[in-house]
């Protein structure tokens, strides 16, 4: 193999290790996309504006809860519980880096 090539397909390898395994699911994408545009959404929109089910996006968000990338925040609005969540600085981080180097691996392509 040309010593060329096998430098590029480091580097490609190198920028792979970017790609965020917690990310390259859908649903937990789309919330941390969905999260990054707003201050704070409740489960019940993010439900709305993904399309998954109470079990499936509840398991997601604490995925990323579990990750540092999201924080939740319980409140009771008209006697019913609401739980809102947010982006934090490592969920911002985390999808840049994701972006980056995903952005990297098109431009090699």
Known sequence: MPEGKRGSDEEIRGTLEGVSGLLSHRARLGICVLLSRHSALSFSRLK???????????AQLRKLEDEGFISARKEFRDRKPVTWYALTQAGRDGLRSHFDALESLIGRS
């Open 48 to 58: 709305e504006l993904l399309g998954e089910t109470d079990g499936s996006l509840g």
